[in-house]
């Protein structure tokens, strides 16, 4: 009997181990989100491994969602026809955009807002038909779905980092237009275009700090305690 308890003890050391991350991982996890960027510039003509992109979307499912509903579906855009077609999609979008920046107009389309010619690899993210999950989203229904599927996000573009790829998420487009190219079912929601590929280099800030666009905000303005600050 004391032998199988020594054993078991055993196990759950050896479990306990498996679990317990290092000082080296914990730096290495943090260097990787604050290294991330929404990428826009790609190296033309480049092809990604199909290897690495099955890991990236192996991260990509391996994400938490609300009632273990994972809404998220993921198009891989091969075909050059349908990019073309998609670009001309978020094209449309982007002058659309243009015309809503006032006086920053011609700031605005200066800046380059997508890689979707350039980039290896090209994933629209759909939002699956709402499954009739309740646990944990009843009074948010579809804010938690969204939820979800933006953890899917992250973590593709966290393990594209990893990777030494860039990723840009790309939003300049009319879901109901981009969900009738993907032939998506009644009740799917396209919410990302995901443009994934080797770059030249990375930004060493976000590229609209980069660019002058805007400023990302300090921890603190953005931390508060127990409510709303007056």
Not at 39 to 45: D, E, L, S, V
Not at 166 to 171: A, D, L, R, T
């Given at each position: 009997?004391?032998?199988?308890?020594?054993h078991s003890r055993q196990i759950l050391i050896n479990n306990m181990t498996a679990r317990h991350f290092t000082e080296a991982d914990r730096e290495s996890l943090y260097h990787v989100i604050r290294e991330r960027r929404d990428?826009?510039?790609?190296?033309?003509?480049s092809e990604m491994d199909d290897a690495v992109l099955a890991r990236i979307l192996d991260a990509a499912h391996a994400a938490p969602s609300v009632g273990l509903m994972q809404p998220w579906r993921f198009i891989q855009i091969?075909?050059?026809e349908l990019r073309d077609s998609i670009a001309a999609?978020?094209?449309q979008e982007r002058m659309q955009t243009a015309r809503q920046m006032g006086e920053r107009e011609a700031e605005f389309l200066r800046l380059k807002v997508e890689g979707l010619r350039e980039c290896a690899a090209l994933i629209a993210v759909v939002q699956a038909p709402d499954d009739g999950t309740v646990l944990g989203r009843r009074t948010?229904?579809?804010?938690?779905a969204l939820c979800s599927t933006a953890c899917a996000i992250q973590n593709m573009w966290l393990a594209s980092r990893v990777e030494n790829?860039?990723?840009?998420?790309?939003?300049?487009f009319d879901p109901r237009?981009?969900?009738d190219l993907l032939a998506c079912p009644e009740g799917a929601k396209p919410v990302a275009l995901l443009c994934i590929g080797p770059v030249s280099e990375f930004y060493?800030?976000?590229?609209l700090e980069q660019e002058g666009w805007r400023q990302g905000r300090a921890l603190q303005e953005c931390l508060f305690e127990d409510r709303w600050p007056e």
């Open positions: 009997m004391c032998g199988l308890k020594n990428m826009r510039h790609f190296i033309a003509g091969k075909k050059n999609l978020v094209e948010m229904p579809e804010e938690m790829l860039g990723m840009g998420w790309v939003s300049f237009a981009l969900a060493d800030r976000p590229m």
